[in-house]
């Protein structure tokens, strides 16, 4: 089982920046992804980045050159570096692992953008 926490949402002005943080904890396995999506109201979780225990990673193209994901060495996490933050960037962030056994989501953060 695994479980994740997240951490770093908040309330940041257009064109301000944000970390959003990921641990996961468990029996984490040596090959997985781990990703962020977000959901924002009435609409569906879409991908936001998501980066595979071997560094590869793959970004939605609206948040391309704003936004960074990264791991640390323990592949136990995963970091969302928001720059450039527009008001459309408003959301709830969910952190994401998959590996072989299946998927976990994270319990959401929300993210508000606004002046």
């Known amino acids: 089982q695994v479980q994740l926490v997240e951490s770093g949402g908040g309330l940041v002005q257009p064109g301000g920046s944000l970390r959003l943080s990921c641990v996961a904890s468990?029996?984490?396995?040596?090959?997985?992804?781990m990703g962020w999506y977000r959901q924002a109201p009435g609409k569906e979780r879409t991908l936001v980045a998501a980066?595979?225990?071997?560094?590869?990673?793959n970004y939605a193209e609206s948040v391309k050159g704003r936004f960074t994901i990264s791991r640390d060495n323990d592949n136990k996490s995963a970091n969302l570096q928001m720059n450039s933050l527009k008001s459309e960037d408003t959301a709830v962030y969910y952190c994401?692992?998959?590996?072989?056994?299946?998927?976990?989501w994270g319990q959401g953060t929300q993210v508000t953008v606004s002046s």
């Open positions: 994401n692992y998959i590996d072989t056994a299946g998927h976990v």
């Open positions: 468990g029996s984490i396995s040596s090959v997985n992804i």
């Open positions: 980066i595979m225990n071997g560094g590869r990673t």
